[in-house]
């Protein structure tokens, strides 16, 4: 069963995310079966597994890019599918950054704001230095490093999130991942990023090899490991 | 701003930032064209009356050419996901996209086509004809052939896929444009032709946009 720390939160606005009895299969190898998550504001779902033991699968299918292969997930009791108010609240930032390399890093943000319906430049610069990645402002996305490739992604996120009118913002991260290939001054300026994006009663899911005891992140985090869900056959 | 125009905007720049791809159908389409005169004997009715044809068939290699391309950078680089995901409509974004891919290629084969017309000795009112034909015709190319690239953005060579699915669809826009011209040739009217073509477009690019982005979300899964 859920293998969350139970909060007695019964608020229905409290409750973001629920999945329910999810299983997903890859080829012919069952992945993970019967899980059941829960993510209510201000919480962070850290979860935890061996490679290959679906992290990402259940990531993409918590965000409605792949679909279960039996199970519901739910967003405010609604269902994915559909869902505009869903992908109106998430952001997901994957393995890939979703930066286009012919576009510098600032066209790139540009790019996200127009499509957020807002045209502020300043909002820009505040991004990318928020980042402490203002320099490569001009830099297309081709020139930079994968862990500058990487800072941006979050300034992005970043910028989604900041955007948003009131009625739509970001409330849920989804991160797959968050700190490959960033140093430790990005790490923890990230962490810090998320840790006031959760004071503000926003929610992340992500997954990270590493224990978030000694971060910022601890007090908001609860667990989830796969492996005490694998499948078989 | 509206959807598709943001996404139409971004593609240009896309495209013009990358002139090595955006000018490699076009530099295909005359030298494929360019092609027969050279293998077939020298008459000057004979390449009169199958010129147009010709230029119809190379019109079609050359926008399928550049179609592996249109959603595959999208897929490698995860825009074509965080697309998906954000709450704009998919269908909208991606009609945009098509219809900047088409002016980039399409559009750009129409206007060079009358140049063309000039190497087969087609007459001047005839090459009228075939420059509406092609004007009214690679649209719906464009739009059909997307539908095959968001099959296929999953594999790693979807060319030749690409091609197999595609080209049968693509037979009746080349029955309808280049019946067009052999018809204007005997002096007859080509308003049914003209209207069929017009038709064939607009269902395109009615329902391109729906299939095109269920098969994304689809393939992506």
Same mark, same amino acid.
């Given at each position: 069963m859920t293998a969350l720390a139970a909060t007695h939160k019964t608020d229905s606005d409290q409750c973001l995310l629920q999945g329910h009895d999810l299983h997903c299969v890859r080829g012919e190898r069952s992945l993970f079966t019967g899980i059941n998550v829960t993510v209510n504001r201000g919480q962070c779902l850290h979860i935890v597994g061996a490679n290959g033991s679906g992290k990402t699968s259940l990531l993409r299918i918590l965000c409605g890019l792949s679909s279960a292969d039996s199970g519901t997930v739910l967003w405010r009791k609604q269902p994915?599918?559909?869902?505009v108010d869903f992908n109106a609240s998430t952001a997901y930032v994957g393995h890939k950054d979703g930066l286009k390399n012919e576009l510098t890093a600032i066209e790139n943000l540009r790019f996200q704001q127009q499509l957020e319906g807002i045209n502020d430049e300043q909002a820009l610069d505040d991004c990318l230095a928020q980042l402490k990645i203002l320099y490569c402002a001009d830099l297309s996305a081709q020139a930079l490093s994968f862990g500058q490739r990487r800072r941006l992604a979050f300034a992005r996120l970043l910028l989604s999130s900041k955007a948003s009118s009131k009625t739509s913002s970001k409330v849920l991260w989804i991160l797959d991942e968050?700190?490959? =290939?960033?140093?430790i001054h990005g790490r923890a300026l990230i962490e810090d990023l998320c840790v006031q994006h959760l004071s503000d009663g926003g929610a992340i899911v992500m997954t990270h090899?590493?224990?978030?005891?000694?971060? =910022?992140?601890a007090k908001y985090r609860s667990e989830l490991n796969l492996e005490a869900h694998g499948g078989n056959l | 701003m509206n959807t598709l125009l943001l996404y139409f905007k971004r593609e240009w720049q896309l495209l013009f930032r990358n002139t090595g791809a955006l000018i490699q159908p076009l530099v295909f389409f005359i030298i494929i064209a360019l092609l027969f005169p050279f293998s077939l004997p020298a008459e000057i009715t004979l390449l009169q009356k199958i010129g147009g044809g010709i230029i119809w068939v190379a019109a079609v290699l050359a926008s399928l050419l550049s179609l592996e391309n249109m959603f595959q950078s999208d897929y490698q680089d995860g825009t074509l996901e965080q697309a998906i995901i954000h709450q704009r409509s998919l269908e909208m974004a991606m009609l945009g996209k098509v219809l900047a891919h088409w002016s980039a290629t399409g559009l750009f084969l129409t206007v060079f086509s009358p140049l063309l017309c000039l190497t087969f000795n087609i007459p001047s009112e005839q090459i009228w004809v075939l420059f509406f034909g092609l004007l009214l015709g690679t649209p719906s190319l464009t739009l059909i052939g997307a539908v095959g690239a968001a099959i296929t953005v999953?594999?790693?060579?979807g060319g030749v896929l690409i091609a197999i699915i595609i080209l049968p669809l693509y037979i009746p826009v080349l029955i309808f444009g280049a019946g067009m011209l052999s018809q204007s040739a005997q002096g007859l009217e080509i308003t049914s032709q003209l209207y069929t073509l017009a038709a064939i477009f607009v269902l395109a690019i009615t329902l391109a946009p729906f299939a095109i982005a269920s098969a994304l979300r689809a393939t992506i899964n």
């Open positions: 994915l599918a559909n869902n968050p700190f490959t =290939g960033i140093d090899h590493q224990s978030l005891d000694q971060s =910022g992140l | 999953t594999l790693r060579r």
